[in-house]
């Protein structure tokens, strides 16, 4: 999709429901290849800054073993992977508004 093409409503709102299933922030991401932590790579979703509860989101959810499916990451997981078109939309989306408005208001 290209800068001029018009995020969709329908487009904003999945966006959206996105955001609001997922666990609340700031996230960390912890590499390997950055860290040297010995292990894998690893998102942690801090749920709550105050308790000490943290999950940790791998395909296999490091710090609380998952086997199966898991409810609480799922929508995490649905989120993380909407990330990758949601954000280049949102960016578009951005510019082409700016776009607009300098065409509507030039800098003088």
Request: glycine share 10%.
């Amino acid at each position: 999709m290209g800068s001029d093409e018009v995020l969709s409503e329908e487009e904003l709102s999945a966006i959206e429901r996105r955001v609001a299933a997922a666990t609340p922030g700031p996230w960390v991401g912890w590499m390997e290849s950055r860290h040297g932590i010995g292990g894998t790579s690893f998102i942690q979703l801090q749920a709550d800054a105050d308790e000490d509860d943290e999950i940790y989101l791998t395909r296999a959810i490091g710090g609380r073993e998952v086997v199966g499916a898991d409810a609480r990451t799922d929508a995490d997981i649905e989120f993380i992977a909407g990330a990758r078109q949601d954000v280049p939309r949102l960016v578009d989306e951005i510019r082409r508004l700016r776009a607009a408005l300098e065409r509507a208001h030039p800098a003088s």
